[in-house]
């Protein structure tokens, strides 16, 4: 396999229209294939990390779903606490009254 720089000279060359001997013919073509097995990895992986994005995101948006629940959950009990201290309250009131009287 030959380096990248040979390759850039190769392909340099042949663009501008030079003669290459089969051995360098050989050479660009081998370094081409390289830079294509580059680019579909990279494209490869770009499809994949797009794909766990896409995962991720679900996975974000069912998270936000149940925190939602729980908040609202939390603020009903909460509520619903409120509400029971002020019966404790009124009751303790009446039985303080009770005693008293």
């Not at 040979?6 to 042949?14: C, V, W, Y």
């Not at 830079?35 to 794909?51: F, G, P, R, T």
């Not at 991720?56 to 149940?66: C, G, K, M, P, V």
């Amino acid at each position: 396999m030959i380096s990248d720089e040979m390759g850039r000279q190769l392909h340099n060359r042949s663009t501008l229209g030079e003669e290459l001997t089969n051995l360098e013919k050989e050479q660009l073509d081998g370094w081409y294939a390289k830079l294509d097995a580059i680019e579909s990895k990279l494209l490869s992986d770009n499809a994949d990390s797009q794909m766990n994005l896409a995962k991720l995101q679900t996975q974000i948006e069912a998270s936000l779903n149940q925190l939602t629940f729980v908040t609202q959950r939390i603020q009903q009990i909460s509520s619903e606490n409120d509400n029971l201290r002020q019966e404790v309250g009124v009751l303790r009131q009446q039985l303080t009254a009770r005693r008293s009287a």
